[in-house]
């Protein structure tokens, strides 16, 4: 209810019901409730609860608290593919299906790639250097990408990197809430599992875990969820690192129903809060939500880092 009155525009109660129940596409208000407020809305609930999941996921598979779709470069190689698409100049690719589909294909390889790795190196420290450089990498590759772009579409991706929740049309609404609900429903669906793996593979192996079968489940998952975000709303920080590590300090349970369950919901708390704070300096100065992510994001994985070597 605060995040849909703190726009500039006031906008009664009434008017958002007749904007979903009975819509007149000449009231200016209703046109504002419609295609701009709760779309808004919706993405921040969904996109903090998305990543709060899938951080909480790969902290689990891989064994690291300080494992997210971020750090690793999941988020990378969605922006890989994205900025493919959207310099690409071909008509498809550049269409929402194209940018919505290269993003999950992206997350999806780059997941995998991580994968690999994580069955090559023998460290988490290690595994965390392999996804920052991956990150590295493909920074260079979409930078130099940028240099061979013109204005148009260097203008279109700028924008889009710097995270924003107000790219999404109230059409589009119903499409991403059902993927999103796949993803979400997906994660409970291998609670059990999950939790054995908090033992470690080699025991959830002998407990009957099908650990490769887990594995590719917890990558298809991370793949729908966060290149469904980053396709819609930029990469978005932090949240899959610190929300996790959070929810596993004020719970102090490995109960898995309980960890997703509060992820989601301190995930959609979060980034709503965020996105308030957005609205309310909106008449200063226009703050992305990617920026603010990592402005309160960042110092609180510094304090889980510290806290884990203390």
């Not at 300080?66 to 690719?93: D, E, Q």
């Not at 107000?166 to 059990?192: D, N």
């Amino acid at each position: 209810m605060i995040h849909l009155s703190v726009g500039q525009i006031p906008i009664s109660f009434q008017e958002y019901w007749q904007s979903i129940f009975n819509f007149d596409e000449h009231a200016a208000n209703e046109i504002i409730a419609r295609e701009i407020r709760f779309p808004r809305l919706y993405m921040s609930l969904i996109a903090g609860a998305s990543l709060s999941v899938v951080g909480l996921l790969m902290q689990t598979l891989f064994n690291n608290p300080l494992a997210g779709p971020y750090v690793l470069g999941i988020n990378s190689g969605s922006s890989l593919f994205v900025a493919l698409s959207i310099m690409t100049g071909i008509p498809f690719l550049t269409s929402d299906l194209g940018i919505i589909a290269n993003s999950l294909l992206g997350a999806f390889l780059f997941g995998l790639v991580i994968l690999f790795f994580s069955r090559i190196v023998r460290t988490q420290i290690a595994l965390l250097l392999v996804g920052l450089m991956l990150g590295s990498f493909v920074s260079a590759f979409v930078s130099f990408i940028q240099s061979a772009s013109n204005a148009q579409e260097l203008k279109v991706f700028t924008l889009w990197a710097l995270g924003s929740l107000q790219k999404v049309e109230y059409t589009q609404l119903p499409l991403i809430i059902l993927i999103t609900a796949i993803g979400i429903v997906g994660s409970f669906l291998i609670i059990k599992p999950l939790n054995i793996l908090v033992l470690g593979e080699k025991e959830a192996k002998l407990l009957g875990v099908n650990i490769k079968q887990v594995r590719l489940v917890i990558i298809i998952i991370t793949a729908i969820l966060t290149g469904l975000v980053t396709a819609f709303c930029g990469p978005i920080a932090f949240v899959g690192l610190a929300v996790p590590n959070l929810v596993r300090i004020l719970f102090k349970t490995q109960q898995h129903f309980i960890l997703i369950a509060a992820s989601i919901m301190m995930g959609a708390l979060f980034i709503l809060v965020c996105d308030i704070f957005i609205q309310l300096v909106e008449p200063y100065f226009m703050l992305p939500i990617n920026v603010l992510t990592s402005i309160i994001g960042a110092p609180m994985v510094i304090f889980f880092v510290l806290k884990r070597l203390k």
